[in-house]
């Protein structure tokens, strides 16, 4: 009787385990967020790129819309748009504008690696509350490879650089709602359908 005792209780302990919530699964295991097409988030990348390359970036309280774009596909496709890529299209910058190797990759991941650590938190909020958020970390970003420029070349190229970073924060909103508006498209047509 004694044997009978511990085997009846270990079943009805893995009993109560199989029954608590921790061991449900749910019945789709594909992501409740629609993810964005292939197509749309290079192409932006491509086309903010492209962007980049032209003659109006050399001013220096200018956006850095790349930079914007990377942010906004780090945040919400974070497998698609990653420190690598910033760091690749950083390094095509850095090279086609003649600056010290790295600046821009440098900026461009350290950016990235912020937004990543801070998406969670980034996703339950709305975009005007993002960009109060990620407005630091664009500053930041910008300002470690001015203040390395600085010591390598030993001049100190001022203070307007911190205009791209609020002009990018005032531009979030509305990158946000462009790149988005696909998604938008979608769940009016799911709320439509009956």
């Given amino acids: 009787m004694n044997n009978?005792?511990?085997y009846s209780h270990r079943v009805n302990q893995s009993l109560e385990r199989n029954r608590s919530l921790s061991s449900l699964q749910p019945i789709d295991s594909s992501p409740f967020k629609p993810v964005s097409s292939l197509w749309t988030v290079w192409?932006?990348?491509?086309?903010?790129?492209?962007?980049?390359?032209?003659?109006?970036?050399?001013?220096?309280?200018?956006?850095?819309?790349?930079?914007?774009?990377?942010?906004?596909?780090?945040?919400?496709?974070?497998?698609r748009v990653s420190?690598?890529?910033?760091?690749?299209?950083?390094?095509?910058?850095?090279v086609h504008g003649g600056a010290l190797l790295g600046e821009h990759a440098l900026s461009y991941v350290?950016?990235?690696?912020?937004?990543?650590?801070?998406?969670?938190?980034?996703?339950?909020?709305?975009?005007?509350?993002?960009?109060?958020?990620?407005?630091?970390?664009?500053?930041?970003?910008?300002a470690v490879p001015r203040f390395i420029h600085a010591w390598?070349?030993?001049?100190?190229?001022?203070?307007?650089?911190?205009?791209?970073?609020?002009?990018?924060?005032?531009l979030w909103p509305i990158v946000d709602f462009l790149l988005l508006l696909p998604h938008r498209r979608l769940d009016e047509v799911d709320e439509s359908s009956p």
């Fill in 43 to 79: 192409g932006t990348v491509f086309l903010m790129w492209m962007a980049s390359l032209l003659p109006w970036r050399l001013w220096p309280m200018a956006p850095d819309l790349l930079l914007l774009v990377l942010c906004f596909w780090a945040l919400h496709e974070p497998r």
């Fill in 4 to 6: 009978k005792a511990p």
């Fill in 152 to 170: 390598f070349v030993g001049e100190w190229a001022g203070w307007e650089w911190l205009w791209s970073a609020v002009l990018m924060a005032a």
């Fill in 110 to 142: 350290l950016a990235i690696y912020g937004v990543g650590v801070l998406q969670r938190r980034l996703l339950m909020f709305g975009p005007l509350v993002q960009l109060v958020h990620l407005l630091p970390i664009w500053v930041v970003a910008l």
């Fill in 83 to 94: 420190m690598v890529t910033g760091f690749v299209l950083g390094l095509l910058l850095d």
